[in-house]
């Protein structure tokens, strides 16, 4: 999830929760609607949450003007003016706030970053101008659509990305917020975006973790129906109960328990928080696929069962308090190289997808039954969509073959996306290398565990960032294990742990290694492709 996010509340914020209007010119009417005839001057049209409201604003037919402190040159989200914002020649001021701007606005939004000492809010202030918030516009512009959210630890980027491809194939045109490089699934983002210009809304809703930051995002998104792929420990701080952790979806099914829930019922933890919640219209997608790998998880119940696991964390089940995995309502069986079979309650299909792994057909049945029992596409009609899909950039993305090795990259960055990816690519290649640029989300705990899950899965592992050579410093020796020099450059951006020069280090001592494919894990992998594509050319 990325944090790379300008001009927004940080999480557990009550910025929303303020006064909805301040003394100055008349605010909105009591029917609580937007009048149309004023003019909205929006703050910080570089950031996202300006871009946004500017967007939603102009789609609903208000006169907007903007600012912004940047010159129109360094503007981050540039790209995005011309064709979301330009299109409806509003005036746009750069590189500051005239006084013209404050005097030809009706009411002003200014960014929930935006401090209320500063002196641009004081301007604002005794200029006389009524002063709106995002939850003004929120609360007054309700989405126009059928909105969809979906959530999960691990594949919700793949469903979203799948469903709405499956939408444009059925002439249906989801919203989209247009940011380049950014996932856009925490704050206001996806409540915005579900207001903009389309014909459906498909929203990736993602938490920090934090009780209740999950609640905010799918009340203001105002969805009707939700999919949850699954609840893994994967972003579960080290003094985190996992059960009170995974509770905090349990806001996102209590939001939808008498709308529409499609869930993985393969998941024993998922499953029991749904039963425990007495869902009224729930959905349920699985795999039935013979396992032999074993695995714990807790139940609802508080005891740690045992499951012959499909992919990590899901599979079959049954728990001493009666929960057990049931037959899901969209079922992939008949599963091979090529594809499988679907089975629903609207008949079955086989599928021969392109994007690989057990994970995706995860992907593929949360997206599939979103597609027919929300937005009532038939079923029949799905097929050409889902062989089509391509996959998400960065996902398990093919790059380029080097002296008959394939090199892949792949953005996972937990535990069980690890896990998830590195089983895949072993059915496919005999021997594979993993170059780790990893910095885990959970600190040194989550280092140790990504790093404990390569060791076991692949044949030789490159420790590239700092973060991921401390967890292999602790398996020394090991033959497995090839250790790079700048890897002991201490780096850590958020959930980047390394730097372009570690990743290419890293890659072409993998690409020394005797393996048919090298993989390279993490979101510097995805970073730095056009980095790792000059690879090709090189002579080791």
Same mark, same amino acid.
């Given at each position: 999830?990325?944090?790379?996010?300008?001009?927004?509340?940080?999480p557990g914020s009550n910025m929303e929760n303020e006064t909805s209007s301040r003394t100055g010119k008349e605010s909105s009417d009591d029917e609580g609607q937007l009048p149309q005839d004023g003019t909205y001057g929006v703050v910080g049209v570089c950031g996202v949450v300006?871009?946004?409201?500017?967007?939603?604003?102009?789609?609903?037919?208000?006169?907007?003007?903007?600012?912004?402190?940047?010159?129109?040159?360094?503007?981050?989200?540039?790209?995005?003016?011309?064709?979301?914002?330009?299109?409806?020649?509003?005036?746009?001021?750069?590189?500051?706030?005239?006084?013209?701007?404050?005097?030809?606005?009706?009411?002003?939004?200014?960014?929930?970053?935006?401090?209320?000492?500063?002196?641009?809010?004081?301007?604002?202030?005794?200029?006389?101008?009524?002063?709106?918030?995002?939850?003004?516009?929120?609360?007054?512009?309700?989405?126009?659509?059928?909105?969809?959210?979906?959530?999960?630890?691990?594949?919700?980027?793949?469903?979203?990305?799948?469903?709405?491809?499956?939408?444009?194939?059925?002439?249906?045109?989801?919203?989209?917020?247009?940011?380049?490089?950014?996932?856009?699934?925490?704050?206001?983002?996806?409540?915005?975006?579900?207001?903009?210009?389309?014909?459906?809304?498909?929203?990736?809703?993602?938490?920090?973790?934090?009780?209740?930051?999950?609640?905010?995002?799918?009340?203001?998104?105002?969805?009707?129906?939700?999919?949850?792929?699954?609840?893994?420990?994967?972003?579960?701080?080290?003094?985190?109960?996992?059960?009170?952790?995974?509770?905090?979806?349990?806001?996102?099914?209590?939001?939808?328990?008498?709308?529409?829930?499609?869930?993985?019922?393969?998941?024993?933890?998922?499953?029991?928080?749904?039963?425990?919640?007495?869902?009224?219209?729930?959905?349920?997608?699985?795999?039935?696929?013979?396992?032999?790998?074993?695995?714990?998880?807790?139940?609802?119940?508080?005891?740690?069962?045992?499951?012959?696991?499909?992919?990590?964390?899901?599979?079959?089940?049954?728990?001493?308090?009666?929960?057990?995995?049931?037959?899901?309502?969209?079922?992939?069986?008949?599963?091979?190289?090529?594809?499988?079979?679907?089975?629903?309650? @609207?008949?079955?299909?086989?599928?021969?997808?392109?994007?690989?792994? =057990?994970?995706?057909? +995860? /992907?593929? &049945?949360? !997206? #599939?039954?979103?597609?027919?029992?929300?937005?009532?596409?038939?079923?029949?009609?799905?097929?050409?969509?889902?062989?089509?899909?391509?996959?998400?950039?960065?996902?398990?993305?093919?790059?380029?073959?080097?002296?008959?090795?394939?090199?892949?990259?792949?953005?996972? @960055?937990?535990?069980?996306?690890?896990?998830?990816?590195?089983?895949? =690519?072993?059915?496919? +290649? /005999?021997? &594979?290398? !993993? #170059?780790?640029?990893?910095?885990?989300?959970?600190?040194?705990?989550?280092?140790?565990?990504?790093?404990?899950?390569?060791?076991?899965?692949?044949?030789?592992?490159?420790?590239?960032?700092?973060?991921?050579?401390?967890?292999?410093?602790?398996?020394?020796?090991?033959?497995?294990?090839?250790?790079?020099?700048?890897?002991?450059?201490?780096?850590?951006?958020?959930?980047?742990?390394?730097?372009?020069?570690?990743?290419?280090?890293?890659?072409?001592?993998?690409?020394?290694?005797?393996?048919?494919?090298?993989?390279?894990?993490?979101?510097?992998?995805?970073?730095?492709?056009?980095s790792i594509m000059s690879l090709k050319t090189i002579e080791l």
């Amino acid at each position: 999830m990325s944090k790379d996010v300008e001009n927004m509340s940080e999480p557990g914020s009550n910025m929303e929760n303020e006064t909805s209007s301040r003394t100055g010119k008349e605010s909105s009417d009591d029917e609580g609607q937007l009048p149309q005839d004023g003019t909205y001057g929006v703050v910080g049209v570089c950031g996202v949450v300006g871009n946004l409201i500017a967007r939603v604003l102009m789609d609903h037919g208000f006169k907007v003007t903007c600012t912004d402190m940047k010159p129109e040159a360094e503007c981050k989200f540039g790209y995005t003016l011309e064709p979301y914002i330009k299109k409806y020649s509003p005036t746009i001021y750069f590189s500051g706030h005239p006084e013209s701007f404050l005097t030809e606005s009706d009411y002003i939004l200014p960014p929930p970053s935006l401090s209320k000492t500063s002196k641009l809010f004081k301007r604002i202030e005794e200029s006389g101008t009524n002063i709106l918030e995002v939850g003004d516009v929120l609360r007054w512009v309700k989405p126009d659509k059928p909105v969809i959210c979906i959530t999960g630890t691990n594949g919700k980027t793949t469903t979203t990305t799948l469903l709405k491809h499956i939408c444009r194939s059925a002439g249906l045109e989801p919203t989209e917020h247009g940011f380049r490089d950014l996932q856009g699934n925490i704050d206001y983002i996806p409540a915005l975006q579900g207001r903009l210009n389309g014909d459906v809304a498909v929203l990736e809703t993602g938490t920090f973790g934090v009780p209740e930051d999950l609640k905010r995002v799918i009340e203001r998104s105002e969805p009707s129906c939700g999919i949850i792929t699954n609840i893994t420990p994967d972003h579960l701080d080290k003094d985190q109960d996992f059960l009170s952790y995974a509770n905090i979806k349990g806001d996102f099914i209590e939001y939808l328990k008498n709308k529409q829930l499609i869930v993985n019922s393969d998941d024993p933890t998922l499953w029991g928080l749904i039963k425990s919640k007495n869902c009224f219209n729930v959905v349920s997608f699985g795999m039935d696929s013979q396992s032999t790998v074993k695995g714990m998880k807790k139940c609802w119940c508080g005891r740690e069962i045992s499951l012959d696991e499909t992919i990590s964390g899901v599979g079959y089940y049954e728990c001493e308090c009666g929960l057990k995995r049931s037959e899901p309502d969209y079922l992939a069986t008949d599963i091979n190289e090529s594809g499988f079979t679907l089975k629903t309650p @609207h008949g079955s299909m086989k599928l021969n997808p392109k994007i690989m792994g =057990l994970h995706n057909i +995860y /992907n593929i &049945l949360g !997206a #599939v039954a979103g597609a027919v029992e929300f937005f009532k596409i038939p079923l029949e009609d799905l097929k050409e969509a889902v062989e089509s899909f391509e996959g998400v950039p960065g996902r398990l993305e093919h790059m380029f073959t080097f002296n008959e090795k394939d090199v892949i990259v792949d953005y996972g @960055h937990n535990p069980a996306g690890v896990e998830t990816v590195l089983r895949e =690519l072993k059915k496919v +290649y /005999n021997k &594979l290398t !993993a #170059v780790v640029t990893i910095s885990s989300e959970s600190g040194a705990s989550g280092d140790e565990e990504i790093f404990r899950k390569v060791l076991e899965l692949a044949d030789f592992v490159v420790p590239a960032s700092s973060s991921s050579r401390t967890a292999a410093e602790k398996h020394l020796p090991n033959d497995k294990i090839v250790m790079t020099s700048r890897s002991l450059e201490k780096f850590r951006e958020g959930t980047l742990g390394a730097t372009q020069d570690q990743v290419i280090e890293g890659l072409k001592r993998g690409l020394k290694c005797d393996a048919c494919a090298v993989v390279c894990l993490g979101e510097a992998a995805f970073k730095y492709k056009e980095s790792i594509m000059s690879l090709k050319t090189i002579e080791l």
